[in-house]
């Protein structure tokens, strides 16, 4: 196995003015491969170009190491770095984006990735960092966007922030042409046999919960714009995290783990109704203030719906489990609330607690994977049923995204509602899983991916 080299970068945050949209900053000629997104209701981090990669040129770094050798890859870059950070707020000086693959056999490993240019905005603030890797920094200054030569001296000359942003505006999102979606590894008329064969797991007592997920692939006449995918995503979907790192392009609404100043943050979702979904679960003594049958409002029902509580109740306590030897003071509610998004409701607990040790946002997401949200209780034996049944390789899909600091503090969502970019961006596969317990029912968990397929199918423009 090669081994990522080691580089040596110079790393730059100076204040910029706030913009109303930070998908304006990408360069219009930029390489979509390149493109690293973070982006929640406007706020967050986009970024382009490479200065330094831990991923291996044979790919990515896959097995059960794949977060750890990361993880020690980043303590070495992070060492070895000249870092002037005149904002110093979340998200300023180096920053690594990453995504991991949801398996350890998966061929493509994931790993971070450091780009040349990082805009970030938050709370009216704004900023940009510039990353070059001194032994690479005259092929660097060759990739668009990136407009100023090495500088020498960290404390002076590198470039100030407009000299690295294009002009606001310049990109414009176009309509996607000739998109036709084309069946994965599973035809979807065959999907309800397969979670047939995962409840009998679960009757046979292999398994109390399997995640089981699906694709569909996008094939596309002309290449796909993840700058385009981006902002439909951030668009429609606002209140999820916009992501994408390496072609995985996405808009997640789970928080895997968000460490910030020692607070440990998690957002566990499992639990899904459609929207217009019709009759609406009925309502149970769990809630007997929900009792009045009349109650047109499904989100009051959904939160009393025993097999929806129950697939919830797995994810929550896989996740409590996980951050408790990393915790103080961990708050778990004891009921879930209900997270609106334009397609979907889910079930959602938000977990929190302060750091007792030195683990990193990483280090946290590495413990955390994977949680019964997107594997399935108990974890190794819905890992197995999983590779069994799904007849595909998830690759990044239900892997961790998101980024983390010098510091280690970061945000580490899990990559759902997302898809896989083509190296020639001439396709892209799109995958969406559902929770599968004793009293799912085949056809409703086919139609529950076809519904967590719709973020996707809006974002290259084949409308919900
Ligand atoms: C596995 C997915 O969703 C997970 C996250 C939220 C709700 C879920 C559910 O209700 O099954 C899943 O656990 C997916 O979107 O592909």
Not at 191 to 206: D, K, M, S, T
Not at 266 to 279: H, N, Q
Not at 398 to 409: K, N, R
Request: hydrophobic share 45%.
């Amino acid at each position: 196995m090669t081994v990522p080299v080691l580089p040596r970068l110079r790393v730059r945050t100076l204040a910029a003015p706030p913009v109303p949209d930070l998908f304006d900053l990408l360069p219009p000629d930029v390489d979509a491969a390149s493109v690293v997104s973070w982006v929640r209701e406007g706020s967050g981090l986009i970024g382009w170009g490479r200065a330094a990669s831990s991923r291996t040129a044979d790919g990515g770094r896959g097995g059960p190491d794949r977060f750890a050798t990361a993880a020690q890859w980043w303590r070495d870059v992070v060492a070895g770095a000249e870092v002037v950070d005149e904002v110093d707020l979340p998200g300023t000086g180096l920053v690594a984006f990453g995504s991991f693959a949801f398996a350890p056999g998966s061929p493509d490993g994931g790993g971070l990735v450091v780009p040349r240019v990082i805009a970030g905005q938050h709370d009216g603030k704004a900023w940009v960092t510039s990353i070059e890797d001194l032994d690479l920094s005259t092929a660097a200054d060759t990739e668009p966007g990136v407009s100023d030569p090495a500088p020498t001296d960290p404390a002076e000359g590198a470039p100030a922030a407009p000299d690295l942003l294009p002009a606001p505006g310049e990109a414009q999102s176009e309509p996607a042409r000739g998109i036709r979606l084309l069946p994965g590894a599973v035809a979807p008329p065959d999907w309800p046999r397969v979670i047939r064969a995962g409840i009998a797991r679960i009757a046979a007592g292999e398994v109390d919960k399997v995640v089981l997920a699906r694709d569909v692939v996008a094939a596309a006449d002309a290449p796909i714009e993840t700058v385009d995918v981006l902002r439909r995503l951030a668009d429609r979907y606002g209140a999820t995290w916009t992501f994408a790192v390496d072609g995985l392009v996405g808009a997640t609404p789970e928080m895997l783990v968000r460490l910030q100043h020692g607070r440990v943050r998690s957002r566990v979702l499992a639990g899904t109704v459609r929207r217009d979904r019709t009759p609406a679960p009925s309502v149970t003594e769990a809630h007997p203030e929900l009792e009045d049958a009349h109650t047109p409002d499904p989100r009051l029902r959904f939160v009393s719906d025993a097999k929806e509580l129950e697939e919830h109740q797995f994810a929550v306590r896989s996740v409590a489990e996980a951050l408790a030897p990393h915790c103080a003071a961990l708050e778990v509610p004891e009921e879930p609330f209900v997270l609106e998004l334009p397609d979907v409701y889910h079930l959602a607990t938000d977990i929190s607690g302060e750091a007792s040790d030195d683990a990193t946002s990483l280090d946290l997401a590495a413990a955390l994977h994977p949680s019964a949200a997107v594997c399935g209780t108990p974890s190794e034996a819905a890992a197995r049923v999983i590779a069994e049944l799904e007849g595909m390789d998830r690759g990044r899909y239900a892997g961790p995204v998101g980024w983390l600091d010098a510091s280690g503090d970061g945000d580490w969502g899990i990559a759902l509602r997302c898809g896989q970019l083509s190296a020639d961006a001439r396709s892209m596969r799109l995958f969406a899983g559902g929770g599968i317990v004793a009293a799912s029912d085949p056809e409703s968990e086919l139609a529950e991916t076809e519904v967590k397929l719709a973020a996707m199918r809006h974002a290259l423009g084949l409308g919900s």
